[in-house]
């Protein structure tokens, strides 16, 4: 599966859309990354208990959205873009999403 921000895939033809494609995904912080985040916050930096959960979330999005493209028969995923919310204090929605296309 062919995965780009572009709104072409350069050297390819689109043949057809088909559509908006999407994944997500909603995680929530752990007490015991919570005790460490809360000791570097004390001396300022990078959390990199946080960055690593963020990190994980986004990849399981963008699988979960290439898996709904194949499901629609999909040759490629343009125009990709991924952006969070939150739900509630200390928990996050992570989407990804696209425009599902057939190449020619």
């Given at each position: 599966?062919?995965?780009?921000?572009?709104?072409?895939?350069?050297?390819?033809?689109?043949?057809?859309?088909?559509?908006?494609?999407?994944?997500?995904?909603?995680?929530?912080?752990?007490?015991?990354?919570?005790?460490?985040?809360?000791?570097?916050?004390?001396?300022?930096?990078?959390?990199?208990?946080?960055?690593?959960?963020?990190?994980?979330?986004?990849?399981?999005?963008?699988?979960?959205?290439?898996?709904?493209?194949?499901?629609?028969?999909?040759?490629?995923?343009i125009s990709?873009?991924?952006?969070?919310?939150?739900i509630m204090?200390?928990?996050?929605?992570?989407?990804?999403?696209?425009?599902?296309?057939?190449?020619?």
């Amino acid at each position: 599966m062919i995965v780009t921000m572009a709104e072409t895939v350069p050297g390819r033809e689109i043949a057809g859309v088909i559509g908006t494609v999407k994944g997500n995904t909603v995680r929530t912080r752990f007490f015991g990354r919570d005790i460490m985040a809360g000791l570097r916050n004390l001396v300022g930096g990078e959390i990199p208990e946080y960055t690593k959960l963020m990190a994980e979330a986004r990849e399981q999005a963008i699988d979960r959205m290439i898996a709904d493209a194949e499901m629609a028969g999909a040759d490629a995923i343009i125009s990709m873009r991924v952006t969070t919310s939150m739900i509630m204090g200390g928990s996050a929605e992570l989407l990804a999403y696209g425009t599902a296309v057939r190449l020619s």
